[in-house]
């Protein structure tokens, strides 16, 4: 079975830095995309960007460059989302995807979703 | 900026049908790419629903249905249960952004 299994909830204050992880298992990590979505309070789903693990060729959505890094180990099966300065505003749950195919189709599986609060 | 336009609710009650558009442009839908739906419980992962703008994955009941033509695409749910409560997506691959899209979500109410 084909699973994305992230890390739990994390709880941070503002300026502080955060890496969340997506554990893929179930198929071959290096041959499908990986991408985090963003939720935030009682807004919709917002792609932030992908990467293909075989290479860590890496895209990002315009309005979250600069602002998260995706990255991934191949070793571990492991994909990344990772923030240096946490803001408020950041405060959202994040979702790891896949395309089961190519970055032009659909996304599936989902992970469970990691909840992070960013409060002072 | 492109966008994928969905209607913020629609309701129906038990038995009934329901559809929920989602309208993009020649960026994305119309360029054309296939278009996707997933179903949103709170607290649950998101759930493909149709893939490929008309095919359902196993186990997701032939209730619903998926349908595109030109720049817009329509998602179909028959039978309504009050089970399908749920926020509705769309998504689409848009060569704007270089990456996926998804709508602004739909909420059903099954009245």
């Known amino acids: 079975e084909v699973q994305l299994v992230q890390s739990g909830a994390e709880v941070k204050e503002p300026g502080e830095s955060l890496k969340i992880s997506c554990k893929g298992s179930?198929?071959?990590?290096?041959?499908?995309?990986i991408a985090w979505v963003r939720q935030m309070p009682g807004r919709g789903l917002e792609w932030m960007g992908i990467?293909?693990?075989?290479?860590?060729?890496?895209r990002y959505n315009p309005s979250f460059q600069g602002q998260v890094t995706i990255s991934a180990d191949k070793s571990t099966n492991t994909a990344y989302l990772q923030w240096s300065s946490l803001k408020a505003s950041d405060t959202a749950i994040y979702y790891c995807?896949?395309?089961?195919?190519?970055?032009?189709?659909?996304?599936?599986?989902w992970g469970q979703g990691t909840l992070v609060t960013v409060s002072s | 900026q492109s966008v994928l336009t969905q209607p913020p609710s629609v309701s129906g009650a038990p038995g009934q049908r329901v559809t929920i558009s989602c309208i993009g442009s020649?960026?994305?839908?119309?360029?054309?790419?296939?278009v996707h739906w997933y179903q949103h419980l709170p607290g649950t992962a998101p759930k493909l629903l149709i893939y490929?703008?008309?095919n359902r994955p196993s186990g997701v009941p032939d209730r619903f249905a998926g349908s595109k033509s030109g720049t817009s695409a329509s998602l179909a749910i028959s039978g309504l249960q009050a089970d399908d409560e749920a926020e509705y997506y769309c998504?689409?691959?848009?060569?704007?952004?270089?990456?996926?899209?998804f709508g602004g979500g739909t909420k059903l109410t099954v009245l």
């Open positions: 995807t896949r395309h089961p195919k190519n970055k032009y189709n659909w996304f599936d599986p």
């Open positions: 179930g198929y071959t990590f290096t041959g499908y995309w």
């Open positions: 990467i293909y693990p075989g290479d860590s060729y890496t």
């Open positions: 020649s960026s994305n839908i119309g360029a054309p790419y296939d």
């Open positions: 490929g703008s008309n």
């Open positions: 998504q689409s691959y848009d060569n704007n952004l270089g990456g996926s899209l």
